[in-house]
């Protein structure tokens, strides 16, 4: 399954969160929204392309990080330290 599909990400709680790539994907595509030729009258700059291509690249980072960051969110819960109660 592709990281970046619907479902291919899950929380970690466990729980599958389909829309957070959508939501991450309409974001970068509202911002883009307003740089769009018709509202600013000229094409994007360099530095504002090289800005989008940058931040494309950390939300992908993050993206395939996530299986890796909840596996070992689950090793650190399956392996806590079992803390005495505590008394009044």
């Known amino acids: 399954m592709c ?11 466990g729980s599958v969160h389909r829309r957070r790539a959508a ?3 309409g974001r970068l595509k ?6 769009e030729r018709a509202l600013l009258g000229r094409d994007l700059k360099p530095d504002e392309a090289r800005y989008v291509t940058e931040m494309t690249r950390r939300i992908a980072a993050i993206l395939l990080l996530e299986p890796a960051l909840g596996a070992n969110y689950e090793r650190a819960k399956a392996d806590t330290y079992p803390w005495p ?3 009044a």
């Open 3 to 13: 990281p970046f599909g619907a479902g291919s990400l899950e929380h970690v709680d």
């Open 23 to 25: 939501e991450r994907a």
């Open 30 to 35: 509202k911002w883009l929204s307003y740089r």
């Open 85 to 87: 109660p505590v008394s």
